[in-house]
């Protein structure tokens, strides 16, 4: 039961098509489809398992539900598969931290991971701090430059992140492919104190890179490679990021916020040329997503004591309906999104 539908070697790029189509038409309404869309492309590919107990829940739902229509049974399933996708979701995505929720304020915090070469990381960021005083030094006009942007952007970064071992490795990584781009000839004292510093920034983010969570954060980020269309798409993650903000601490606050304003950015020319999204709203999104997802994972196991029954799951369905509920509308967003502008490459 956990192998591909169709044999590998098989050619069935008609079929794909077709699947791509009605996938696309049943996205685009308001019956909530994101579970069979999930429970199909399960045997599609063969991976992940189907969640049995789940479905034999589903299977046992009262005929008199089943005659209220597809909306109706659809939403008494979001509220029964929610809390195991969204865990499911919340453990497939690690970002270098801990989400918990604080038991002294209530609200939610990111713990970022303990680093295990602390030595070797305080060099690489007092390499790069060093090089940028020593481009100071050498500038020797106040114009403004090309490269004005990535070192502001680096430097503030470093006094936000300072300690934090992925955000970093990210704020080199991008000032190292800016500066590249924009490095004055090495010919001059000036140049020589810019190139120096993309050495550094490089040696930087690869000694960040080795740390162990840091590495499997940047391996699951390969993973997922979000659509052009979850740009346009994003304005549907604003009810998810409003329900996390309000009951998270200021530094989750603000970073949530400082994501979903990167992530609607319009479409820069190079990304609609690329037929990608950049790397910088990639990752902003992939962080909002684990975070978001973790926080709700918290929140379904704090209410394990409730809606445990397919007659409470159909007394939820009617508070969705009228628009109640805001954990499972909440869980359901985020599922709808990753299932439809996010999927796991």
């Not at 790029?13 to 309404?29: F, Y």
């Not at 960021?125 to 005083?133: A, G, H």
């Not at 050495?199 to 993973?223: A, I, M, W, Y």
Request: net charge negative; charged share 30%; aromatic share 8%.
């Amino acid at each position: 039961m956990n192998r591909p539908l169709w044999p590998d070697g098989e050619n069935h790029a008609e079929l794909a098509e077709n699947w791509q189509r009605l996938r696309k038409n049943l996205t685009s309404g308001d019956e909530n489809w994101s579970f069979w869309i999930d429970w199909y492309e399960r045997h599609l590919h063969g991976k992940p398992p189907q969640d049995w107990p789940l479905l034999g829940k589903i299977a046992l739902i009262p005929e008199e539900d089943w005659e209220k229509g597809a909306g109706h049974v659809n939403l008494i399933i979001a509220r029964l598969s929610s809390p195991s996708r969204v865990k499911t979701l919340a453990n497939s995505l690690p970002n270098a931290e801990t989400i918990q929720r604080n038991p002294d304020t209530g609200l939610f915090e990111a713990i970022p991971a303990e680093i295990e070469q602390k030595t070797r990381f305080r060099n690489a960021i007092n390499k790069v701090r060093e090089s940028l005083d020593d481009l100071d030094d050498y500038r020797t006009i106040n114009e403004p430059l090309p490269l004005d942007f990535y070192t502001k952007k680096l430097r503030k970064k470093m006094d936000r992140y300072a300690g934090e071992a992925l955000p970093l490795h990210d704020a080199f990584e991008a000032a190292y492919h800016g500066l590249c781009q924009t490095c004055p000839s090495s010919e001059t004292p000036f140049g020589q104190a810019v190139a120096e510093l993309i050495n550094d920034l490089q040696t930087g983010f690869k000694d960040l890179r080795d740390d162990p969570e840091v590495d499997k954060t940047v391996r699951s980020r390969v993973r997922r490679k979000p659509h052009l269309s979850s740009v346009e798409a994003a304005d549907s993650l604003a009810p998810v990021i409003e329900s996390v903000a309000q009951d998270s601490d200021a530094k989750l606050k603000e970073t949530l916020g400082a994501n979903f304003e990167l992530i609607r950015q319009p479409l820069s020319a190079e990304e609609i040329s690329d037929e990608r999204v950049s790397e910088e709203r990639a990752n902003a999104l992939y962080d909002t997503i684990s975070k978001s997802a973790k926080v709700q994972d918290i929140r379904h196991r704090e209410e394990t004591s409730r809606y445990q029954t397919i007659v409470d799951a159909a007394d939820d369905a009617r508070k969705l309906g009228q628009g109640g509920d805001v954990l499972a509308k909440t869980s359901n967003a985020i599922l709808d999104f990753v299932s439809t502008y996010w999927p796991l490459g």
